[in-house]
């Protein structure tokens, strides 16, 4: 008996996530659209990863922000790097934000990086917040907001010092690898503690005992990810 067709099983439905991801983060960068970037990028983002969160499929809601995420975050660091100008006006403060990321690269004396925790401790703290709690209380939608708008802003700065060093050769330098096990720690929570509200399930001992792995995993990641912010 042939299996019942399932959306999230179809290789069409990642290339058209993939599609998305491409136009509703390139187009903005490339014209320089700081407000309707991340609304953008938000607002598909949510309806794809709803799509299997709704059928309580973790794993396949995880496959969407994966790919929508290296999507994102290459073409950000790619436009940064090679469109310096026009993407610097897709970031509110776009040029203010690249040379305090610069600078803090090459040591400068009391340079912080622009998105720790002590150079923005409000925003960081409801970036978290917003991660934790409002992904729980909304599906997902205030996650994904603060998960896309991190992505947009550690790409920009690796894009940023890609252009600085003036060459591909610097790529591991340039690469934030705390800001991407952050990332990869806020993408897993929010596929977690999207799902209760979707699916009506708000037993705890369920995502315990069905998704030990993934909370154990996404949440270190997370916490590597920030104390790492401590050092760096």
Do not use: C
């Not at 940064?80 to 934000?97: I, Q």
């Not at 150079?119 to 409801?126: D, K, V, Y």
Request: glycine share 10%; hydrophobic share 60%.
């Amino acid at each position: 008996m042939p299996r019942s067709y399932s959306l999230v099983h179809d290789p069409v439905f990642y290339i058209t996530v993939g599609f998305f991801a491409f136009v509703t983060t390139g187009l903005p960068t490339a014209i320089g659209q700081p407000n309707f970037l991340p609304i953008v990028q938000t607002l598909a983002l949510f309806i794809f990863v709803l799509i299997p969160l709704r059928q309580g499929m973790i794993r396949q809601a995880l496959w969407v922000l994966g790919l929508w995420l290296v999507i994102q975050f290459t073409l950000v660091v790619a436009l940064t790097w090679l469109l310096e100008a026009r993407a610097e006006r897709a970031f509110h403060g776009g040029f203010e934000y690249r040379m305090d990321y610069v600078a803090w690269f090459y040591g400068a004396e009391a340079a912080l990086r622009p998105d720790s925790f002590g150079a923005a401790p409000l925003l960081r703290l409801m970036e978290l917040v917003g991660v934790l709690i409002g992904s729980l209380v909304s599906g997902g939608l205030i996650g994904i907001w603060f998960l896309v708008k991190s992505v947009n802003l550690a790409a920009y700065g690796m894009g940023a010092l890609l252009v600085a060093l003036k060459s591909a050769a610097g790529l591991l330098l340039a690469l934030p690898f705390w800001s991407l096990l952050r990332i990869g720690g806020y993408a897993g929570l929010i596929a977690l503690l999207g799902e209760p509200l979707l699916t009506g399930n708000w037993q705890p001992r369920f995502y315990w005992q069905n998704h030990r792995r993934l909370i154990v995993t996404a949440g270190l990641l997370l916490l590597i990810g920030l104390l790492l912010e401590l050092f760096l």
